[in-house]
Nanobody
Framework: QVQLVESGGGLVQAGGSLRLSCSAS????????MGWFRQAPGKEREFVAT????????YYASLVKGRFTISRDNAKNTVYLQMSSLRPEDTAVYYC?????????????????WGQGTQVTVSS
């Protein structure tokens, strides 16, 4: 069982930056690939970024590529999402997710564990 707790959300102006963190319980964090997803009101939950267990492989949604960076610190059981050049359309609840297996995956149905989400609001 893995428990995930996100932090770092908030209100930011367009063009600004935020860093989200997701802390995971357990002793085998590197055995899990991690992902960030987001859900805006009235929309489906969508893929944002994913990282392999070692941190060596990452994938990004086209809408965030070049602006967001996913990383992880396996010694701290934490995954991060650095968000820059934020736009109002990035406004959503951001969720951290974990799946047992080291390969990075973009399909949300591959993930077994989810955090409670953290709100990111970008004002224009």
């Amino acid at each position: 069982q893995v428990q995930l707790v996100e932090s770092g959300g908030g209100l930011v102006q367009a063009g600004g930056s935020l860093r989200l963190s997701c802390s995971a319980s357990g002793r085998t964090f590197s055995s899990y690939s991690m992902g960030w997803f987001r859900q805006a009101p009235g929309k489906e939950r969508e893929f944002v970024a994913t990282i392999s267990g070692s941190g060596g492989t990452t994938y990004y949604a086209s809408l965030v590529k070049g602006r967001f960076t996913i990383s992880r610190d396996n010694a701290k059981n934490t995954v991060y999402l650095q968000m820059s050049s934020l736009r109002p359309e990035d406004t959503a609840v951001y969720y951290c997710a974990a799946r047992f297996g080291v390969l990075a995956k973009i399909d949300r149905y591959e993930y077994n564990y989810w955090g409670q989400g953290t709100q990111v609001t970008v004002s224009s």
